[in-house]
């Protein structure tokens, strides 16, 4: 190759592009102006989201903030005793109380003063096990009527048949009921096997107990 090819007629590379030797590359006051330009532009997006996110944050912990003296519910968690497909089902959580509020522990756990049936039970619960009172009272049930457990969870029970229908697997099919449970409206049914149910609620296939 001739010095004038090699000096000339051959590309060079550099970290930021493809150039011709003999070319030259501005990188001056201009570029500098532009990329400073961008940061701030990112600086300010990313404050903007940050403040969006504290202001929801404080909206929230404003919510769920509770005084001495202030009635609330207790969230419990109903369980299914039956397995479906191998997986024990959990219906939509439940309240009970109300119970008055004693002292604030920590910035988000609270003392409650409970009635002697859940002297078992810790008295200090995070803010996301509470409901103000004019919580909706369809979701609340007399603690007189379940077992609340040390976990807050209940066991619930089925009152009643509504469908039935079946599930077809890759290998075999499954005959299911539509059932209704105790302390939960219709819109809450859930599909279960029939096998399970009738083994251990025989019976709610007696005489009139299933309804189409």
Avoid at 82 to 106: A, E, W
Avoid at 147 to 159: H, N, Q, S
Avoid at 198 to 208: A, E, R, T
Wanted: charged share 35%; net charge positive; hydrophobic share 35%.
């Amino acid at each position: 190759m001739a010095p004038y090819e090699a000096l000339y007629g051959r590309r060079c590379r550099t970290p930021s592009c493809w150039i011709e030797l003999g070319e030259r590359q501005v990188l001056g006051p201009e570029l500098v102006a532009d990329t400073e330009d961008k940061v701030k532009l990112i600086r300010d997006r990313l404050k903007e989201a940050s403040d969006r996110q504290k202001s929801y944050a404080d909206l929230k912990r404003k919510e769920i903030e509770y005084s001495v003296g202030d009635m609330v519910f207790l969230k419990v968690s109903p369980w299914k005793k039956i397995l479906r497909f191998g997986k024990k089902g959990k219906l939509s959580p439940r309240f009970i109380g109300p119970y008055r509020v004693l002292k604030r522990v920590g910035p988000v756990a609270y003392q409650l003063e409970l009635p002697p049936e859940l002297d078992r039970i810790h008295d200090v619960f995070h803010v996301s096990m509470l409901r103000r009172y004019r919580s909706d009272p369809t979701h609340v049930v007399p603690v007189a009527e379940i077992e609340v457990r040390t976990d807050l969870t209940f066991e619930e029970e089925p009152v009643q048949i509504l469908d039935r229908d079946v599930k077809v697997l890759r290998r075999k099919s499954v005959p299911l009921v539509k059932v209704l449970w105790r302390n939960h409206g219709r819109e809450e049914a859930t599909w279960e096997p029939e096998e399970a149910i009738q083994q251990q609620y025989p019976h709610l296939f007696g005489s009139g107990k299933f309804r189409g």
